[in-house]
C-alpha cells in the first residue's frame, strides 16, 4: 500500500519488536517517521532497532525503544512519564500489542490477562498521553482489534479481579478483549468528537496474519490449529496483515471512528478497505459501561474538558 512521506512525524507503537508492531515500525521508519517502540523486553526492542538500521538507511537516528510491560499498570505509568518528559508533541500513537489464549492467569494489579493486556493497559496509556498527543499535528489514536471481536461479549460482572470465572476459556476471553478493544476505540472516538478535540480515534485489525500471537501461545490446541495448520495455508505475512493499521495509522482521508481490515473475503486477506463493527462495539451503553469500569480499574480519567 501506498505510505505517505512521514519526515517529522512521531509515532508511538506498542509491542513493536515482533509481528505486526515490527512490520508496522519498518513501514513508518522507511517512509521518514520517527518512531518509538514500546516494548516489554528492551533488549528485543533494541535488536529489532539494530536490525532496521541495517535495512534503512538513516533510520538509527530516528528509532528509540522505550519499556513498556501492559500486564502492570506501575509500568504503563513509567512508559507514560518517560514519554512525557522526552516529547512535547505525539503525532500517532497505535495500540498494536496483544496476548491470545494464555491460560487463566492475572496481571500485576489482579485482572485477566487477556483483558489487562490487549485493554486495560492501552486504555491507560492512551488516557495518560492524550494532552501529548493533542499538541502533536493532525493526531491519531490507532487500535487494533481483530475479526473475532465480532465472537466476543463483555463479561462485566467478572473483569473485577477476584479469581478465575466460572466459564473461562482463553479463545472466549480473547473475543472478549479484542471486542473491548472495538468498543474503547469507537467510544474513545465519541468522547473525542464531543469535546471537539483535534485527535482521531480509528480502529484496524489485520485479518488473518501469520504472527508470534498465534505460534507462541501457551495454548497447545490453540497453536496447533492456528500456527501449525491453518496458518501455513491461509494466513498473510505480517507486512501484510500490518496493511490496515498502516493506512488507518497514515492515510490522510482516514476518517475518525472508521475501522479497517482487509477486503478480501471474510476479511482475511487483501489490501485495507473501511469495515462494520459488530453491533456490540458501537452500543452507547455498552461503551458508557466499560469507559467508566475501565477508568475504575486503572485510575486514569481522561482530560476532555
Known amino acids: 500500500m501506498a505510505v505517505p512521506d512521514l519526515t517529522g512525524r512521531r ?39 539494530r536490525a532496521l538500521a541495517d535495512e534503512i538507511p538513516g533510520a538509527a ?16 505509568r513509567e512508559c507514560a512519564a518517560a514519554l ?15 496476548l491470545m489464549a494464555p491460560p487463566y492467569t492475572r496481571s500485576a494489579q489482579g485482572h485477566e490477562l487477556q483483558f489487562a493486556v490487549n485493554h486495560l493497559g492501552h486504555f491507560a496509556l492512551t ?23 465480532r465472537k466476543g461479549g463483555i463479561h462485566f460482572d467478572a473483569l473485577e479481579g477476584g479469581g478465575r470465572p466460572r466459564d473461562y476459556s482463553p479463545m472466549g476471553w480473547y473475543n472478549q478483549s479484542k471486542l473491548a478493544n472495538a468498543v474503547f476505540g469507537h467510544e474513545l472516538h465519541r468522547r473525542l468528537t464531543a469535546a471537539g478535540s483535534p485527535v482521531r480515534s480509528l480502529l484496524a485489525h489485520p485479518g488473518y496474519a ?5 505460534a507462541e501461545t501457551p495454548v497447545a490446541a490453540v497453536r496447533l490449529l492456528f500456527g501449525r495448520i491453518l496458518g501455513p495455508l491461509f494466513a498473510q505475512s ?21 475501522f479497517f481490515g482487509p477486503g478480501g473475503p471474510g476479511e482475511l486477506r487483501g489490501a485495507p478497505k473501511r469495515v462494520a463493527l459488530a453491533p456490540a462495539a458501537t452500543d452507547p451503553e455498552t461503551g458508557r459501561r466499560l469507559w467508566e469500569l475501565s477508568e475504575r480499574l486503572t485510575g486514569v480519567g481522561y482530560p476532555l474538558g
Open 84 to 98: 512525557r518528559a522526552a516529547y512535547p508533541g505525539l503525532d500517532v500513537l497505535v495500540n498494536n500489542a496483544g
Open 11 to 49: 509515532f508511538v507503537v506498542t509491542g513493536a519488536n515482533s509481528g505486526l508492531g515490527l512490520a508496522t515500525t519498518r513501514a513508518l521508519a522507511r517512509h521518514g517517521a520517527h518512531v518509538v517502540l514500546a516494548v516489554r523486553d528492551e533488549a528485543k526492542g533494541r535488536a529489532a532497532v
Open 61 to 76: 537516528a530516528r528509532l528509540d525503544v522505550q519499556r513498556l510491560d501492559l500486564a502492570d499498570l506501575d509500568s504503563v
Open 210 to 214: 501469520a504472527t508470534h500471537l498465534q
Open 127 to 149: 488516557g495518560l498521553l492524550l494532552d501529548r498527543l493533542v499538541a502533536g499535528s493532525a493526531p491519531r489514536v490507532v487500535t487494533v482489534s481483530s475479526v473475532q471481536h
Open 238 to 258: 505480517s507486512e501484510t496483515g500490518a496493511f490496515s493499521q498502516l493506512y488507518a495509522a497514515t492515510a490522510p482521508d482516514a476518517e475518525g471512528g472508521a
